[in-house]
């Protein structure tokens, strides 16, 4: 654990993060790993390393001159993980319990922002056995095929803390995302002020979905050139006005729309006004600040740069084990957080 000086100042090292890592994955995922010199905390240990280093198990193990094979290692995670998409729920269960088993009860007991968004791991090749596995998107590093992760966090105080992961298979509706996530969600009892989506959630299930929870939420919303809630951007000032969002299977949804006119004041390279659309839902402010309140879930982008950046790499096609080296990036960052607190 860390130390605080005379000063109050807190010290911290890597290796403190690490051991409290391993203790808590030995607590709360555990795996079918009993060899010799290849045990379950040896195998942690390795991962871990690898997630400290941005590097392979492989690498890790080949600069090790004591303990498990690269090859050994791999073996028994591939024999102790989930074998198809119907069982990697199991994984993900222990990942969870992992994240939020750090966190003090008033961290989970306060009314705090919640964010919700998608992480994908670029992926070259071929599902290793489902086609549920490979989700498609944008082209990114030189590729559109992707293992997609869904997570939820709370913004409180300043700290951004990932609660629990799901992993997102390619029919997956994003009304279906969200209900997973939900149904982890609600067994924490949080007390959530504001849920924050990104513009991929801008449908009419999924607004009506988070009516009938009642849960405060801003969306932004899709505007296109010639329709849509393009045609509200008029006027000189920001204001709230109501729209009928249509559907031909769903139907019609009546929403509360916040429209905000930013003006750029040459930033960007820009010297022109632009407007911001939002679904909201039980948030009553003024635009401007539903626009400064929307601006706080960037922050999601950067704790996915920190996850990347402690993720351990592997060319594996196997998902339940790229599974576990996302949850484990996302336990260093959660605890990196905790301890210095």
């Known amino acids: 654990m860390p130390t605080r000086t005379k000063d109050g100042l807190i010290t911290l090292t890597s290796e403190e993060v690490l051991d409290f890592a391993l203790e808590t994955l030995l607590k709360h995922v555990r795996l079918s790993i009993n060899g010799t010199k290849c045990t379950l905390e040896n195998v942690f240990e390795l991962l871990l390393k690898a997630s400290a280093s941005r590097t392979s198990a492989n690498d890790v193990c080949d600069d090790t001159s004591e303990g498990p094979s690269g090859t050994a290692v791999l073996n028994q995670l591939h024999q102790a993980l989930p074998k198809g998409l119907n069982q990697v729920w199991r994984l993900e269960a222990k990942l969870n319990n992992a994240l939020i088993a750090n966190l003090t009860r008033k961290q989970l007991r306060v009314r705090c922002d919640l964010a919700i968004d998608l992480v994908l791991a670029p992926y070259h090749g071929q599902p290793a056995k489902?086609?549920?596995?490979?989700?498609?998107?944008?082209?990114?590093?030189?590729?559109?095929?992707?293992?997609?992760?869904?997570?939820?966090?709370?913004?409180?105080?300043?700290?951004?803390?990932?609660?629990?992961?799901?992993?997102?298979?390619?029919?997956?509706?994003?009304?279906?995302?969200?209900?997973?996530?939900?149904?982890?969600?609600?067994?924490?009892?949080?007390?959530?002020?504001?849920?924050?989506?990104?513009?991929?959630?801008?449908?009419?299930?999924?607004?009506?979905?988070?009516?009938?929870?009642?849960?405060?939420?801003?969306?932004?919303?899709?505007?296109?050139?010639?329709?849509?809630?393009?045609?509200?951007?008029?006027?000189?000032?920001?204001?709230?006005?109501?729209?009928?969002?249509?559907?031909?299977?769903?139907?019609?949804?009546?929403?509360?729309?916040?429209?905000?006119?930013?003006?750029?004041?040459?930033?960007?390279?820009?010297?022109?006004?632009?407007?911001?659309?939002?679904?909201?839902?039980?948030?009553?402010?003024?635009?401007?600040?539903?626009?400064?309140?929307?601006?706080?879930?960037?922050?999601?982008?950067?704790?996915?740069?920190?996850?990347?950046?402690?993720?351990?790499?592997?060319?594996?096609?196997n998902s339940a084990l790229r599974l576990l080296y996302v949850g484990i990036a996302f336990l260093v960052i959660i605890l990196w957080v905790r301890i210095k607190q």
């Not at 008029?234 to 006005?241: D, V, W």
């Not at 999601?300 to 993720?311: G, L, P």
């Open 130 to 317: 489902d086609e549920q596995e490979i989700r498609r998107s944008q082209a990114r590093e030189g590729t559109t095929h992707f293992h997609c992760y869904a997570t939820a966090y709370m913004i409180y105080k300043d700290q951004r803390v990932t609660l629990c992961m799901t992993f997102v298979r390619k029919s997956d509706t994003m009304s279906a995302i969200l209900r997973r996530l939900f149904k982890r969600l609600d067994t924490l009892h949080l007390q959530v002020k504001k849920l924050y989506l990104d513009k991929g959630f801008y449908s009419i299930a999924v607004i009506r979905l988070l009516k009938e929870r009642g849960t405060p939420f801003i969306l932004p919303a899709i505007s296109r050139k010639n329709g849509g809630v393009a045609k509200l951007f008029i006027g000189r000032a920001s204001y709230k006005t109501s729209y009928t969002m249509r559907n031909q299977k769903l139907g019609s949804e009546d929403v509360d729309v916040a429209l905000t006119r930013k003006y750029s004041k040459g930033r960007y390279r820009r010297k022109r006004s632009k407007w911001f659309a939002y679904v909201t839902y039980r948030v009553h402010t003024h635009p401007l600040q539903i626009f400064q309140f929307y601006r706080r879930r960037f922050g999601i982008e950067s704790s996915y740069r920190q996850m990347n950046q402690v993720r351990a790499r592997t060319s594996s096609t």
